[in-house]
């Protein structure tokens, strides 16, 4: 799959939000104005994310590294498919993927917008691939970039 597809440098942001929903939001407005989602989005987006949370711990990929979140709904609230990345300049708490009681401090989303009800696991495991193949020091660098214009051609280069 070609980068430039699964990224739109009009997706890409950077929030000075510190409140799960309030973010979700946020990002939503922005994603519902470039027709990239439908409207319905944003409810069900929040509710997966209460009842499945999508916080990963970075632990096993370096020390210091920042924690990420993929939040994600199904594709049938989805217009287009991309791979939203999110700078948090604030930490925002999001319950643990593996660990749906533990809360983490998250630093940068991967949202992932999926048309194919099949498609959601390729997009997850691309995310995955892209920070376990990338340098710690490198990968550290990258999650606390505060420029969406950085963010994009960073990926569209790496990923």
């Known amino acids: ?10 997706a890409v942001f950077v929030s000075n939000e ?6 979700l939001k946020n990002i939503y407005d922005h994603l519902l104005d470039s027709g990239y989602v439908k409207g319905n989005f944003l409810a069900h987006i929040i509710e997966r994310e ?4 999508t916080g ?9 590294l920042p924690n990420i979140a993929i939040p994600h709904t199904e594709g049938e609230f989805v217009n287009k498919r991309l791979i939203v990345p999110v ?7 999001f319950g643990n993927m593996i660990k749906p009681d533990e809360k983490l401090q998250v630093k940068f989303l991967f949202m992932l917008l999926e048309t194919n ?9 691309q995310v995955m691939d892209f920070l376990a193949r990338t340098p710690e020091k490198e990968l550290k660098n990258f999650l606390n970039f505060t420029d969406p214009e ?10």
């Open 87 to 93: 700078a948090l300049k604030n930490p925002v708490t």
């Open 56 to 64: 990963l711990s970075t632990k096993t990929l370096g020390a210091d």
């Open 1 to 10: 799959m070609e980068k430039k597809q699964v990224f739109a440098a009009d």
């Open 50 to 53: 209460h009842n499945f949370p």
């Open 18 to 23: 510190s409140d799960q929903d309030e973010l």
């Open 150 to 159: 950085a963010i994009y051609q960073y990926l569209l280069q790496k990923f």
């Open 117 to 125: 009800p099949d498609g959601q696991a390729k997009l997850l495991s």
